[in-house]
């Protein structure tokens, strides 16, 4: 086992910056996420580490070893790739050892510890089979059990669920994590999928344009984001975000429509009259008004519903507000009987608002 230190790691492909100044350190045994929208740069981060790519500039180091110019092969390092990557022609047993042989283990500690490996990952049914024998959920367990048959130093894995269907993906996700839990390897995980990075990390690395935007625990990450984009990229459904306008000690939502500022969270933003602002709130902070258009209330919002979601446990709502096109999601009961077109009014909580910089997207009252 081994720590994974990146110290400034810059990747160019011709006058295109992939990756630009990433710097961070994985802990020996930890288990950290790296998430962010398609063409972020995650996976070349990745790539980067298990030697695939090289490096523009920067230092990277396996433990104490300083590996830029250390072949893929020689870091002892094991990923696992989004499409499996197994070999048709072999069987899963020859497949978990084929790291193995490359490495001249014996033919006896080949077989214990392919046995330990697929006993460890629900799989010894499955040895004499192929690839094409296999589901989905089992391919993919097979190639983790190939790179933890090799027992690396770090583990890294590229969007390894993201072929399969939604409930063998959570029952795999769980899987994964205690298969982390009992084995305690050094792993970096690479994922698009907000969910699957609030689950299985210890710390999440949020990524945009090649570029680190807040690295911090799943919940430190969700309830204190450092910009918008990591508010409104985390979280399911995702934060609401409404340009506001400072008035008298309100926020103007729209055209006519405003909340009040609380003089504490005021006293943070320090606003001017006129001054604008981006204002974020989760969906799981605004409420539903029973009295819907009867209410008084200042801080009440009008709305007009736009779709509505049943979820089962809880009702996704879309709602505009009117005469703009901004657009709020909302939670209500499972049981609301609301319908496209109806007029509601909701409340936002005014100690979970957000207030971000319009220009700069950064939060201003951390």
């Known amino acids: ?38 063409g972020c740069g995650k996976s070349t981060i990745l790539r980067t580490i298990a030697g695939l790519e090289s490096i523009t500039k920067g230092k990277l180091y396996i433990g104490e070893q300083l590996v830029n110019n250390i072949p893929a092969r020689q870091r002892d390092v094991a990923m696992v790739f989004q499409n499996y990557a197994l070999y048709p022609h072999m069987t899963v047993a020859e497949n978990l050892a084929f790291g193995l042989k490359m490495r001249r283990e014996s033919p006896q500690a080949i077989a214990t ?15 004499k089979r192929k690839p094409k024998q296999l589901s989905g959920g ?37 899987e994964l994590k205690q298969l982390h839990q009992n084995i305690g390897i050094t792993t970096i995980y690479v994922t698009h999928n907000q969910v699957e990075a609030m689950t299985l990390a210890d710390q999440v690395v949020v990524l945009k344009d090649g570029k680190i935007q807040q690295i911090g625990s799943p919940q430190t990450v969700y309830a204190h984001p450092a910009n918008r984009m990591v508010a409104s990229f985390l979280g399911n459904p995702p934060m609401n975000i409404l340009p506001v306008i400072y008035d008298s000690d309100c926020l103007i939502i729209g055209h006519q429509q405003s909340i009040s500022l609380k003089s504490a969270l005021r006293q943070q933003i320090n606003p ?8 974020g709130i989760r969906p799981e902070h605004i409420t539903l008004n ?7 209330d200042q801080d009440s919002l ?59 997207g950064l939060l201003i009252n951390n």
């Open 138 to 174: 089992q391919q993919q367990r097979v190639a983790l059990g190939r790179a933890i048959a090799r027992q690396p130093q770090v583990f890294l894995l590229d969007e390894p669920l993201s072929n399969l269907d939604v409930q063998l993906r959570d029952d795999t996700r769980a």
């Open 302 to 360: 009008k709305l007009e519903v736009n779709v509505v979601e049943p979820l089962g446990r809880e009702t996704l709502i879309k709602a505009m507000i009117p005469e703009t096109n901004l657009e709020l999601n909302l939670l209500a009961d499972a049981n609301w009987q609301g319908k496209q077109g109806d007029r509601i009014s909701v409340k936002f909580d005014l100690e979970q608002l957000f207030i971000f910089e319009p220009n700069s």
């Open 290 to 296: 029973h009295s819907e258009l009867t209410s008084n």
């Open 1 to 38: 086992m081994a720590n994974v230190s990146l110290q400034g790691i810059t990747r160019q492909f011709g006058n295109v910056t992939a990756i630009e100044d990433i710097t961070f350190e994985v802990p020996d045994h930890a288990f950290w996420v790296l998430v962010g929208p398609s």
């Open 113 to 127: 510890r392919i046995q330990t490996v697929a006993r460890s990952l629900d799989i010894e049914h499955l040895l």
């Open 272 to 279: 001017s009259q006129g001054q604008r602002f981006d204002l």
